[in-house]
């Protein structure tokens, strides 16, 4: 019998992208998440079949996955216009406006760029950056 009260858990966000190593390797630094087994890198020269197809990130702290899903074309988000929505983004939280720009440098050196810019907000201060696919990702302080 199924408990009509029960839900299903969130088990993966999934980003579709043109290169999903690369924008693997981008969240994987960005977040501090981990490979799932078999999905590192190949270290031997080899081919990197899981790459060019799906790779999967998980947080050392549990919770839900993020998917990187390869397509072949990928229309970049034109965000703040609308021609091409973003779709879907993530928010991510810091504790102080120190560490937003604490990690908008970690964010530009892994090749991120600033979309957006609302530092100076006294009630929620907050950067909109593009990952290397052009999806859109809030860092704000929360």
Not at 78 to 102: G, K, R
Request: aromatic share 8%; glycine share 8%; hydrophobic share 40%.
């Amino acid at each position: 019998m199924v408990d009509q009260e029960s839900v299903p858990k969130l088990g993966s966000v999934v980003l579709d992208c043109t290169d999903a190593r690369a924008l693997a390797e981008f969240y994987r630094q960005l977040l501090g998440f981990v490979y799932r087994p078999g999905d590192e890198p190949p270290t031997d020269g080899q081919a990197d079949e899981r790459g060019s197809d799906w790779l999967v990130l998980r947080s050392p702290a549990g919770g839900p996955q993020v998917a990187f899903q390869q397509v072949e074309q990928l229309p970049a988000a034109t965000w703040p216009a609308n021609t091409v929505p973003q779709q879907m983004h993530f928010d991510l939280t810091v504790e102080s406006v120190e560490e937003l720009l604490v990690q908008h440098e970690r964010v530009l050196r892994l090749g991120g760029r600033l979309l957006y810019d609302r530092i100076d907000d006294p009630d929620e201060p907050l950067r909109v950056y593009a990952d290397l696919a052009g999806h859109p990702f809030c860092i704000l302080v929360g």
